[in-house]
């Protein structure tokens, strides 16, 4: 397994978690990291990406100032705190690797991905 997601949970609305993404070096210490997530009947969706780096993010609108992505370069794993959870942040949330390393936004853009950590926010 080259990408292991871990964190999620079940959370009143509000409330915070923190997702954090345990990568390989070989895999994603050049490369850029990202979060998606899917809510049932759902497509894929981008949440936020990280440079190889962390040195540059981008963060969907819709999580905006509730969300925060980040990484540590050495251990090449990345991490999502959560902030002020809503009902429609539920959903899997999947971590992956992209083939190059700078900040992209399409899945297509993306080769690895981990196994999802499931986020209930209840209302």
């Known amino acids: 397994v080259q990408l292991q997601a871990s964190g999620g949970g079940l959370v009143q609305a509000g409330g915070s978690l923190r997702l954090s993404c345990a990568c390989s070096?070989?895999?994603?210490?050049?490369?850029?990291m990202g979060w998606f997530r899917q809510a049932p009947g759902k497509e894929r969706e981008f949440v936020a990406a990280v440079s190889w780096n962390g040195g540059s993010t981008r963060l969907a609108e819709s999580v905006e100032g509730r969300f925060t992505i980040s990484r540590s370069y050495a251990a090449s794993t990345m991490y999502l705190q959560m902030n002020t959870l809503k009902p429609e942040d539920t959903a899997v949330y999947y971590c992956?690797?992209?083939?190059?390393?700078?900040?992209?936004?399409?899945?297509?853009?993306?080769?690895?991905w981990g196994q999802g950590t499931e986020v209930t926010v209840s209302s």
């Open positions: 070096r070989r895999t994603c210490s050049n490369n850029a």
């Open positions: 992956a690797a992209a083939r190059g390393s700078a900040v992209v936004t399409a899945t297509s853009s993306y080769n690895y």
